[in-house]
């Protein structure tokens, strides 16, 4: 059994941005999948993806969108897994209509909000997360930490 | 064949302000169904009203909800119906979070929002829009408008 | 019969994100005629603009400004048609005003808000509003709800 | 001739702030009246208004409004006449709608704004503005000031 | 083997919303304790916290603030278990400030945030999250889930 | 007797904007002269400036400043003459920091604030008011006004 | 020689929130005085205030203002003595404008700005300052962050 | 005995910003030392540095930090040295992130604010703080005004 986070995004020019969640779950050797999956444009494909997430072995969803960004909503409404959301800048208003709708969301369904456009910061709270599970990432984690450290005071 | 209106919202306690919604399209003859939907904790039920609304009779739904407010836009893709927005102040941001949750649409998906708390607008709008289909309606129209007028010139 | 669409935009500046309103309604065959009309330097006009909308065949006007963004709410108190207004980023607030300006119409009169420079999805509102008149529309709704959703998947 | 201020707002909810205008313009002996006229619900009235004004006898308009504040912009386009424009607190937003809708007009139509709610300051303003043509005016603004200042100081 | 949360609070004043988080965590029959500690009035204790918390068997941290909310943050730079913070209102900006405060936290130290007092949404958060290291909690969530949907629909 | 304007702006960063509002002024054919007078770092010219305006044969302020812009409202602390703000985008916060700053006066002292970087609008607003004491300026008024209608519409 | 401070506020009706202000530096033993003194009302007395403040013995100024908050910064521009600024909720928006009003002060004249209605928080800042020529504070502010931290504590 | 002020900062990248507050400190001849120290990744490190920073001979810190600045906060609570607060403009939200972050913090442990990438304006606060104990920093102070002023009024 091994860590596996399913990551999506709510469109094509998000890609770039969400690609970095990737990378970091990657220095991590958390196995993950990035789909471009739309909460308003695709939601049917959302819907399947967030119901049959803890079937096909993912423990943990982030999921990245702007302007009203519902799609982590979308899929936290769907499944039990934890949802981290990403929220990102486009268009205008700063990122900040993407951050009040991913993360003031209602009682009951929560999503795990990140800063604005922070796709790194989401996969290492995946790994933070997944720890519980995995016990042998919080060596990982540690190593990051020490390298972030070590990266601040060279 | 006389318009309807079906009008939806988040949460039972949106309830009150969205009542005044059903008044106005009262005033206006136009039928209409009040039904608390959330996209979040009732996600089937929600998508089943959209799919189903266009067969059932509805003309137009109008969508009301707080906070991360994703109700107008999770129905409005799944219809291709209009859906009006009503944003609803709840919590300590103002109602700038519903807001942006429910006018920032990606492309392609739109939801036409009216103000915070609008919901007396939200049926004016949906007797403009339905008065493209049932003529009738625009006579209630003028006349609301010469009652307004009068109104404010008492 | 066939559907039309009235666009008016508050300056010439704005011409250019206008334009893609009238590219998506004329993917979707609706006849359409782009206005440069301001609310504050051709007043006249936009009234005319607005009382005769009706008259001269229209079902539904769009209206696109930026700043204190009053087009679209004056040109709806001019007409019992719907009206779907476009809030327009200009200058320096992110289009923040224009929103507020577009959004927040007080009771009786409602304009139908779409996004911050949300051109687009102003015609694709148009297009969900006049299917109503227009049932022929709907099957052009589907294709585009079809082509998006392939091009997000592939 | 004795110098004349029109002092209008958008709603009859909004008549107690603006009458704190109207006191103050009466403590510098400015002749004044007080209308109710709304940009979206009368707009014939408003227009009438704006454009009769300075036949009328009228130096100079106040004009107040809350929400997507659109009644003084609409005045300031039908009259050479300086138009104070007073944003009114009303909903959810803080005023600052009406403050961006107001103070944000487009080149070319001005709106001496003032403070949220500062319906007091609008009256002040005005006396300013009048006494470049009305001299006498400028020895009440004095003693005025110097009132406020010995009630700071006191 | 058991859950465990730890919940920490920065002030006294903030005790009675913090509290709702426990209440739904005794509901999910998760063992937690409530603490106040001031990431900044009491920093040793926060941090001696914060290092210690894994060894005395806790699995997850919540940690609500209001104003320059920064305890969530500094717990979490002190350990490499999830921590959840929760954006309290305090003061008169509406709780905005403790939001970006909590939310926008830099790379490498993620924070998973909830809305603004949303210390319920703290415990359904950390339910889901403990789920994938105690799998019987998926069973409650989904009662939990499903008395929700009940309330809803009732 | 003819019409004057001081111009000034807290900084020389800010004079390539404020000059606009001297070019529509020479539209106008109204005097004016430009001088850079810092609140802050040149309180004594300021305030000098400010006391002898009238006496200097000067009608009109206009004062145009960014971020914490109090220049407005310190000239406007010394003189009973009008004061028109300007408040200019400069840093990061676009310019929302000087709209506050200039047009959030406390009674008794008012500044009639144009919108941010609007040094074209002040003087319009210039022509406006000096219209009341100069009626001579109405007719350019009126044929500046034809001039932008004819730019609308052409 | 005694520590001293000077605390000035706009407005009679910011005396209550600014005598907390006093009770915290009285706490300290720091002599202190508070006075009402507006930067557009009593423009003068301002000034002066701030120009013999070090001739009369203060070591460092507390200003306290809402809306459009120029004292703090007025009375910096007229003194080289350290300026602390609290900027005061009045009015509608939250206290943004003060605080933006306070703190975006431009380069060369700074205020060392606090929270919103911060006024204790002024009185620690003060202490702390003050520490630097009057060494025998540190003791008491030490003894009032054990208080701080026992209270926390218990 | 001479002046010492530390400068730290939470990240490489913000070292060309706070490298001015270096240079205005050495126009002052004011000793100091520019550290990347970040609270959330050193924080032990950023810890013992505001431990020791008064036995080190600094009489005052200067902290810099962009998103949720929690560097000068968490400096202030380790040390009762007098702390100024940098917000810095980093990602996406214009500096509002680091400015409510810097500048909202609760009763006790203040942080005196300037503006968001306010580098120069922290050096000159330091100065008028340093004074109190520095008598001759007054005289510098003074020509640098002046020199300010000469440069305005060129």
Redesign the interface.
């Given at each position: 059994m091994e860590p596996k986070v399913g990551v999506v995004t709510?469109?094509?020019s998000d890609l770039k941005v969400m690609e970095k969640c990737c990378e970091v779950l990657n220095q991590y050797g958390i196995k993950n999948e990035l789909k471009?999956?739309?909460?308003?444009?695709?939601?049917d494909?959302a819907?399947a993806f967030a119901v049959n997430a803890r079937e096909s072995g993912i423990?943990?969803i982030v999921a990245g969108a702007?302007?009203?960004a519902?799609l982590a909503?979308?899929v936290?409404?769907?499944t039990?897994?934890?949802?981290?959301g990403v929220p990102l800048?486009s268009?205008?208003?700063?990122?900040?209509?993407a951050?009040?709708?991913?993360?003031?969301?209602?009682?009951?369904?929560?999503?795990?909000?990140?800063?604005?456009?922070?796709a790194?910061?989401?996969a290492?709270?995946a790994a933070?997360?997944?720890?519980?599970?995995y016990p042998e990432l919080?060596a990982k984690?540690?190593e990051?930490?020490n390298d972030?450290?070590k990266n601040?005071?060279s």
């Open positions: 709510g469109s094509k471009v999956l739309s909460a308003h444009r695709t939601p494909e819907t423990d943990l702007g302007m009203a519902h909503g979308v936290a409404s769907r039990t897994l934890p949802v981290i800048k268009g205008d208003l700063g990122g900040m209509d951050l009040l709708s991913t993360v003031q969301m209602p009682p009951g369904i929560p999503v795990a909000t990140v800063a604005v456009d922070g790194k910061n989401a290492h709270l933070q997360i997944l720890s519980l599970k919080e984690i540690m990051q930490r972030m450290k601040v005071l």
